[in-house]
């Protein structure tokens, strides 16, 4: 399995970013695609996850509003579209994948190499 996110960049606060996540490898419709990020001197942190078949998202609290992850099930795809960004999320963000799925780092088997975002204020 290989995930290859892609996305990040500097932007300024209140701008948007959307990262991708291709993966391959399998079929993953049994699996969860979970977004987390890791800032500066911080442990790595749940954003968002959904389930590749027809899941309901889940959020961590301080994005929603302002987060959407999503799927391209023909693309093998994920997205994680942010919105109204702020220096708070500056991190490196990263694509995983799971069957357990869930909010935290051990419930998920794959993960990719990390796309840095930075915001500045």
């Known amino acids: 399995v290989q995930l290859q996110a892609s996305g990040g960049g500097l932007v300024q606060a209140g701008d948007s970013l959307t990262l991708s996540c291709a993966a391959s490898?399998?079929?993953?419709?049994?699996?969860?695609m979970g977004w987390f990020r890791q800032a500066p001197g911080k442990e790595r942190e749940f954003v968002a996850a959904?389930?590749?078949?027809?899941?309901?998202?889940v959020y961590r609290d301080s994005v929603k509003g302002r987060f959407t992850i999503s799927l391209d099930n023909a693309r093998n795809t994920a997205y994680l579209h942010m919105s109204s960004l702020n220096a708070e999320d500056t991190a490196v963000y990263y694509c995983?994948?799971?069957?357990?799925?869930?909010?935290?780092?051990?419930?998920?088997?794959?993960w990719g190499q990390g796309t840095e975002v930075t915001v500045s204020s």
């Open positions: 490898g399998r079929t993953f419709s049994s699996y969860t």
């Open positions: 995983a994948i799971g069957l357990a799925g869930g909010t935290t780092t051990n419930a998920y088997n794959y």
């Open positions: 959904i389930r590749w078949n027809h899941g309901v998202p």
